[in-house]
């Protein structure tokens, strides 16, 4: 069993930045596809940014260039870094993980979750 208490989340205005952070609860997460998913007010979750099995890292078209990823296993966290934000980055996020084949956005796959925290962006 895998748990997650996610921090960082807050309000800032258009052109800021945020470091999102995922503690998890094991000594490492290697053998786990590790994602941050996203659901705007009033819309569908989605992608944000992947940390595979390998270490190969994806991003959300939205995001690239602008959101980085990184896991760190002496802290046991994965983080979120978002630079540059825009009000459409406003959203609940959410840490997510999985051990089984396959590591992309499809959200079924994935057995455990963060609580969430919010991000608010003004313009």
């Known amino acids: 069993q895998v748990q997650f208490v996610e921090s960082g989340g807050g309000s800032v205005q258009a052109g800021g930045s945020l470091r999102l952070s995922c503690v998890y609860s094991t000594r490492t997460m290697d053998e786990y596809c590790m994602p941050w998913f996203r659901q705007p007010p009033g819309k569908e979750r989605e992608g944000v940014a992947l940390f595979d099995f390998d270490g190969t890292i994806s991003f959300a078209d939205s995001v690239k260039g602008r959101f980085d990823i990184a896991k760190d296993n002496t802290n046991k966290s994965l983080y979120l870094q978002m630079n540059s934000l825009k009000p459409e980055d406003t959203a609940i996020y959410y840490c997510?993980?999985?051990?089984?084949?396959?590591?992309?956005?499809?959200?079924?796959?994935?057995?455990?979750w963060g609580q969430g925290t919010q991000v608010t962006v003004s313009s």
């Open positions: 997510a993980a999985h051990s089984h084949w396959g590591c992309d956005w499809t959200q079924g796959r994935y057995d455990y």
